[in-house]
């Protein structure tokens, strides 16, 4: 079964960085547009970036737009997102997601994995 | 931004009811939607794709119609386990694809 797993989260303060991974394995992750989905605490699902197979298009939420940066390493098979500037509002639960290779441009999303939490705060 | 409103916005129901649960889009996405399942402190998971593919072994009891803005999950026979939140999503004008608020369905 495809694994997700991300790593990197945890508390930091209002303008720091953190740069979050997530290791796939058990398919081809050079195959497939790749994800980060947020959830704040106890609210709903937000889409926050996407990139292609070879990292050739990336599209983001305009609200981390110049602030987070998605990238991947498929020799590694691992996803990244790089965030700056971090706000309180950008605290949440992270899911790398991979996209069902039905859905142009990583739109929808049949496996996740179980989510980093991320918490800026002073 | 396209903007999606579910409806209601929790449901409460009896193991063996059927579940309808709506999803409106402030313009249209043709049938670019998609509906997730979200049980508490669990990833969500992709039970319908393009407003009716059901996903790789998502059970026969969910169902997904509708097109252009309006959406129907339905889920023929409450299962215990089918108690979760429901979330409908969007991608049709993209970026950003967007989802609803979610639908809790919860035991009556």
């Known amino acids: 079964e495809v694994q997700l797993v991300e790593s990197g989260g945890g508390l930091v303060q209002p303008g720091g960085s953190l740069r979050l991974s997530c290791a796939a394995s058990r398919f081809i992750f050079s195959s497939y547009w790749m994800s980060w989905v947020r959830q704040a605490p106890g609210k709903g699902l937000e889409w926050v970036a996407s990139?292609?197979?070879?990292?050739?298009?990336?599209y983001y939420v305009d609200s981390v737009k110049g602030r987070f940066t998605i990238s991947r390493d498929n020799a590694k098979n691992s996803l990244y997102l790089q965030m700056h500037s971090l706000r309180v509002e950008d605290t949440a639960v992270f899911f790398c997601?991979?996209?069902?290779?039905?859905?142009?441009?990583?739109?929808?999303?049949?496996?996740w994995g179980q989510g980093i939490l991320v918490t800026v705060s002073s | 931004e396209i903007v999606l409103t579910q409806s209601p916005a929790t449901l409460s129901l009896s193991p063996g009811e059927r579940a309808t649960l709506s999803c409106r889009a402030s313009q249209s996405v043709s049938r670019y939607l998609a509906w997730y399942q979200q049980k508490p402190g669990q990833a969500p998971r992709l039970l319908i794709y393009d407003a009716s593919n059901r996903a790789t072994g998502i059970p026969a009891r969910f169902s997904g119609t509708g097109s252009g803005t309006d959406f129907t999950l339905t889920i023929s026979s409450l299962e215990p386990e089918d108690f979760a939140v429901y979330y409908c999503q969007q991608r049709s004008n993209w970026p950003p694809w967007t989802f609803g608020q979610g639908t809790k369905v919860e035991i009556k």
């Open positions: 997601a991979r996209a069902l290779r039905h859905c142009s441009g990583g739109s929808c999303f049949d496996y």
């Open positions: 990139i292609k197979q070879d990292g050739s298009e990336k």
